[in-house]
């Protein structure tokens, strides 16, 4: 790494570099949370931190539009809150009480809300490619804008879903933004382990639709990527494809000793952690101080707290509503 | 007005294509070469290839797109072909499909349709000769259904789309060319009961789809050996409607199950079930089963019809069950 | 030697690669990961990454692969880390692994052993709560076992790497931390015959997997309320030992089948028809079924716990079936 | 197409030259036949002609050893043939006889000889390409010389499982020889129906593996390609892709009414028949005269009619023996 900062874009101004900070600091403050409760005990099943990774989000979620539909895996937290999803409502959902965003039904992996076309939450790796696909075809027969973004991990690649997925789309000129969240590790399977060839974007573009790589750890690099490919979407371009250099800090979810990587590996990418290296890009460009910094902690805090509260304070679902919400 | 089931259910969904411009059929081969099976023929030059839309060799991505697109406002009919090819697809259907109106705590509406052929009978050996709506029954949040007369094949799709939920239906390859009536304004059939095709008193016949036409026919050999059949049709597979079942049942007090898919862990089985849980105490014999033998269904013509259910079985299955009268 | 059943699993594992230089493991997160439920822990160290073989996540690609190692002279054990994501590679299983020896006429034989975690019950949610064990005993050429005890665990995995055909393994993820004895020359256990885990008087409860450990409880809370209840371990879902199963119930005249599948369709719906035509005159009262729910498994705790069978459902209903005593 | 022939490639002797015409011939008019003995009724079930596309197996499979293994379609009744497994054995299991190939199990579509390593006869579009990955893993891990050539169509690529296996083959660097037979059409769907991108050799090296393009109605071309790719797997090269450009020039099955293309295209494609354009090259090369080519479909046609009288003089088998061969 460098230690020159890169310089400042010019369409980035105070407050969009400050709400990039505040999105990328609720999304961790939020993770840091949700594991201590889970280690309390009040949250249980599968749980995958999103820490290390949230510039992706940060950087590209401002781009999409109300109009837009959004599909992500099970580490979706940070997707969901920044999507719109009140932190109350996620961490409801993860208490598995009636206030959470899926009435307790689908847990921390299935996060939904429709009012604000967030679709998931899903948990079989590449399962929601092709319903992306999908979706950006009824945009393209009912003739409305918008586009379909799908948020899925390096690993997803090597699926059959993910082949079939990008050639549809291809083919078929269809509105959908692939965002590939390459954090090297399908669980302990690392990137070169998982793929006869490791440049993702290269491969992606051998369907034919746009490709590129960018560092995912630099929420600005993510935002201009993203607002490119969108606006190239938006211009009836056809699907994209973005691959996000990335890092998960933590264990894949809450069972995994971590056996297949070394400490200095995390630490050489905790250095370029997305939040404090941006806080300092903030900081050189003089539009962040300690203060400011202390009342943005102080204020996630407090959401974050609020969540909690709301999450215990929520109802658990009556045995008796077992069998509802099978059919429509 | 007379026509074949493969006519009936292409004008079910050319009368909702016309109407409603949400609806559209995507699905390997149904637009230039005019459906596999010739159901969707001449539909492409009708609505053309947005809506009838030709989908590469991809089952799982355009059933999850055919997905994607319903949640996404559409009323998409996806072909896959046959049963056979559906297994590329189950993980779409079931994780996806049955299971995200739940997931979502109620929020999001899965109205798909999913069409495809089912069943032996033609010689195309093992892997092109599956029965596997049981694996379909089996799953919470997919309606299942198998429409078995003209009527129904018209009638029964009608209804799937209308409906807000992810339907399966299985037409049986042998129906395609079944002969049937159907009034130039019939509309959509219900999506809910079994029905009875032939009233009797003495034993049910209870089967679904392909196999109806065999039992029909045994029931009518059965006649002229003194032996009055009733035939329930099941229609539906998923939600099953047992109280037309046990009706029957509870009337004749002998039963035997006709399916095509194999004996073991079949629909059958279920129907046996259902049977003994609800009229146990009315049951004068045992239900018997009539399935296809615990065998990969074989090309050769004589190992594959020995290996269905076939008239003869059903008879014979019959003739046992009312001999065991005390 | 006392050990866990995740540890059975692993002896079994590496007493055969040893042994036998054809047998290999492969699958996602086996090598480096140590297994997703830390089953094959330390077996990369010992064997190298060649035979501890961590696959990309291509379910459909790598069970396949397995397949054709098996017919190219290797014994690979394939993990497929849940039931869940066995729908993405069941083709490969049905129409290949299944159908090859039979479409073959009997020249290729494929010795391949499937292992998966099964089950609910740790609140992982709909998709990551399957028990598809009844999709896999529908299917002639595979055959089907579900290990419940720690001896099982070990022996059935050897005997299922010298059996010549395809067999599936379903290990439900709650019996990992289960402990039991294990003697240190234990070898492969029988393929074939269900188990009598209990012997009783009263009433047979009829069960497998992850469900045994409940249902023996149920069985201790039934002689608490003085019914000597028999509790038998189906151990091999296909062929299904229909001769033990019927021994039982023509001995207790009663059934309770329990089974953690949802109830239509589902296993126990098999065992239920298996009684009826092999037993009908024997039966005082109708078998039962303690299933789940039809419902996609939700995430909230008392949801989940509603959903399954739990030893009081059994309770109650062995008793409501002896409580019908004529 | 140039009237200029290409100049003779010096390896290919006058026995090698008769060789090729004979395989082709021997496969178009068992292929003829069989389309015959299914009009008038002894077979039955689905029945897909190689017409059209005999340069493929003719050149591919000479070029394989005793030790390969080789997967193919439900097209695969003259890769059997030039496998080596007889024309009565493969007739009698479209008749359905014991004495079929496959005892009458199989039929058409799953033509199988364990002994000459030939695997099917898969009727699952792309079923058989994680099987040939498998197999060729085998051969590396038992430490055995042979590759493993799987035969397909160009449909079968937009498949998941190509996808999947493509990347495992590359990854593990396996001895797979990929053989794709692009004939244009998947049933009635033609190539840029199916693929975003058409040039599919270019897709397949996109997974790090060597591909390659070559004129599928030429029998020499195809031969020269598959030589060179096959000693390069024997030297541990890896995987290998080739795609054979080609054409059918009869329906897909024989329920088609082949709506989907021209008498047009349909006979610009027959002026290149494989055989008549080989046979010109023989004959220029002074290889071929007419009295050669009589005794030649002589030759061919008495393997024919011996095939029919073998299969039709078999025996059906019983029905008692219905449920053999389940298990093993
Ligand atoms: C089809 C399928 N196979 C296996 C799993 C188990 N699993 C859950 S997450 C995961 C790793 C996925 O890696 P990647 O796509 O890179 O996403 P990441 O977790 O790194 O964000 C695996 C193997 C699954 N959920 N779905
Ligand atoms: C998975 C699957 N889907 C659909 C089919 C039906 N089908 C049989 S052949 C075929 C076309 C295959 O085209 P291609 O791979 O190009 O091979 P070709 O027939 O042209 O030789 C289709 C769609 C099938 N057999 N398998
Ligand atoms: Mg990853
Ligand atoms: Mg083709």
Known sequence: MSTELPAWPAEVDLDRGRAYLRDMLRVRRFEEKAAEVYQAGHIHGFLHLYIGEEAVAAGALPELRAEDAVFATYREHGHALLRGVSAGAIMAEMYGKAEGCSRGRGGSMHLFDAARRFYGGSAIVSGALPMAVGLALADKLLGVPGLAACFFGEGAMAEGAFHESLNLAALWHLPVLFICENNLYAMGTALAVSHARTDLAARAASYGLAAEAVDGMDVLAVAQAVAHATRAIREGLGPHFIECRTYRFRAHSMFDPELYRSKEEIEAWKARDPITTFAARLRAHGWLDDGAMAALEAEVAGEVAAAVAFAEAGSPEPVAALLEDVYA | ?326
């Open chain 2, 1 to 326: 007005m007379s026509l074949t089931y493969r006519e009936a259910v292409r004008r079910a969904m050319c009368e909702a294509m016309r109407r409603d411009p949400r609806v559209f059929l995507m699905g390997e081969d149904v637009g230039r070469y005019g459906g596999c099976y010739a159901v969707s023929l001449g539909m492409f030059q009708e609505f053309g290839p947005e809506r009838i839309r030709d989908a590469p060799l991809s089952e799982l991505g355009f059933v999850g797109a055919g997905i994607g697109a319903a949640i996404g406002g559409m009323r998409p009919i996806v072909e896959l072909m046959t049963v056979n090819f559906s297994l590329l697809a189950l993980d779409q259907v079931v994780n996806n499909a049955a299971l995200l109106h739940h997931m979502s705590g109620g929020q999001v509406a899965v109205p798909l349709v999913i069409r495809m052929a089912t069943g032996a009978g033609r010689q195309l050996a093992a892997q092109h000769s599956h029965s596997l709506e049981v694996w379909y029954a089996h799953v919470p949040g997919l309606k299942v259904a198998a429409p078995a007369t003209v009527a129904d094949a018209h009638g029964m799709l009608a209804a799937a789309l209308e409906d807000p939920n992810p339907v399966i239906l299985f037409e049986h390859m042998l129906l395609y060319g079944l002969e049937g009536e159907l009034p130039d304004d019939a509309g959509p059939a219900d999506l809910v009961h079994a029905a009875v095709r032939r009233p009797g008193r003495d034993i049910s016949l209870i089967t679904y789809g392909g196999s109806l036409p065999k039992t029909l026919e045994a029931a009518a050999r059965l006649a002229e050996r003194g032996v009055d059949a009733e035939v329930v049709d099941l229609r539906v597979l998923r939600p099953l409607d047992t109280a037309t079942i046990l009706a029957s049942v509870r009337k004749t007090r002998r039963a035997v199950v006709v399916d095509e898919g194999w004996k073991t862990c079949g629909l059958a089985a279920e129907i046996v079930a259902t049977l003994v849980e609800g009229a146990f105490y009315d049951l004068d014999a045992p239900p018997a089963r009539v399935c296809s033998a615990e065998v990969p269904i074989p090309y050769a013509r004589q190992l594959e019809e020995a290996a269905l259910p076939q008239a003869a079985t059903i008879v014979a299955t019959a003739l046992a069950a009312v001999g065991a009268r005390v």
